[in-house]
T-cell receptor, first 112, second 114 residues
């Protein structure tokens, strides 16, 4: 069965610095999708970034980028130039047969 | 994001009463999902739908039923609400074509069962 592991329950970073959130997953499939979602205090679940496993190139969205290591089954999220608005819970997720397998989440704290 | 609305956004009800939550989408997505989120548990799938009148159970389906009579609407019903069903409920949708193979979420419904 597929599993998703986020080993960092909480991370903190100074404003304007860079932080990396870790995610590992387990699967026997070769083609799949991976996602990072952000959930701020408003509770809205917001898509941050999406990666297709068959694409070698790491996805980027403005200040957000991923380091996708398919062989290692690792999918980390890098946030550059951290801003106060980045404070949130971040969830890593794997798409399996149209359903998402979720990690437990990492709480990101931004220090002003 | 996909046009997804949930109603009501907040509800307080008493134990034993029936409750129906509604999810409405304007994106014509085939798949729709209901999740609950509780402290310490992240998101857990209750039920999902893969087409009109086609539904299946998720990992925490006991005490819940769903219906989907139109592509755009997915209803979640608590036949007899219990205090353990106090939670935040999220609806999500997903398409099947290239570029739509991502789940997008509604704003959530906070349900309190007294």
């Amino acid at each position: 069965a597929q599993t998703v592991t986020q080993s960092q329950p909480e991370m903190s970073v100074q404003e304007a610095e860079t932080v990396t959130l870790s995610c590992t997953y387990d699967t026997s499939e070769s083609d799949y999708y991976l996602f990072w979602y952000k959930q701020p205090p408003s509770r809205q679940m917001i898509l941050v970034i999406r990666q297709e496993a068959y694409k070698q190139q790491n996805a980027t969205e403005n200040r957000f980028s991923v380091n996708f290591q398919k062989a290692a089954k690792s999918f980390s999220l890098k946030i550059s130039d951290s801003q106060l608005g980045d404070a949130a819970m971040y969830f890593c997720a794997y798409d399996s047969n149209y359903q998402l397998i979720w990690g437990a989440g990492t709480k990101l704290i931004i220090k002003p | 994001d996909a046009g997804i609305t949930q109603s009501p956004r907040h509800k307080v009800t008493e134990t034993g009463t029936p409750v129906t939550l509604r999810c409405h989408q304007t994106e014509n997505h085939r798949y729709m999902y209901w999740y609950r989120q509780d402290p310490g548990h992240g998101l857990r799938l209750i039920h999902y739908s893969y087409g009109v009148k086609d539904t299946d159970k998720g990992e925490v389906s006991d005490g819940y039923s769903v219906s989907r009579s139109k592509t755009e609407d997915f209803l979640l019903t608590l036949e007899s609400a219990t205090s353990s069903q106090t939670s935040v409920y999220f609806c999500a949708t997903r398409g099947t074509g290239t570029g739509t193979d991502t789940q997008y979420f509604g704003p959530g419904t906070r349900l309190t069962v007294l």
